[in-house]
Nanobody, 128 residues
Framework: VQLQASGGGLVQPGGSLRLSCAAS????????VAWHRQAPGKQREMIAA???????KLADSVRGRFSISRDSAENTVYLQMNSLVPEDTAVYYC???????????????????????WGQGTQVTVSS
């Protein structure tokens, strides 16, 4: 599966952005999908994931502000980001892997592995 992430940009603190991860080349509904981010000088971290069955999990750092959803008809997974703070500034990536049930949910909040297919990153900058 090929992935393309989009939707990043410059936003003021307190603002919102919606990132999109569009898939092509395979049946996306069979894949678990995750969002990751890497801030300057830090490890890349998985911050959200949604399984093929629709179970989802968000990292503590974003829970209550971010949400993840998927639109099977559009072959797209979204990351809605609200109440953004400067600490959310990072390059955001999406990844997808054939579903293994709930395993991906245990990886949320931990450093990313290189498993699966990856889209290119999209820069999110939160600054006044």
């Amino acid at each position: 599966v090929q992935l393309q992430a989009s939707g990043g940009g410059l936003v003021q603190p307190g603002g919102s952005l919606r990132l999109s991860c569009a898939a092509s080349g395979s049946t996306f509904s069979s894949y678990d999908v995750a969002w990751h981010r890497q801030a300057p000088g830090k490890q890349r971290e998985m911050i959200a994931a949604i399984t093929a069955g629709g179970s989802l999990k968000l990292a503590d750092s974003v829970r209550g502000r971010f949400s993840i959803s998927r639109d099977s008809a559009e072959n797209t997974v979204y990351l809605q980001m609200n109440s953004l703070v400067p600490e959310d500034t990072a390059v955001y990536y999406c990844s997808a892997d054939l579903s293994t049930g709930w395993d991906i949910l245990y990886q949320v909040g931990h450093p990313s592995t290189d498993s699966g297919s990856w889209g290119q990153g999209t820069q999110v900058t939160v600054s006044s």
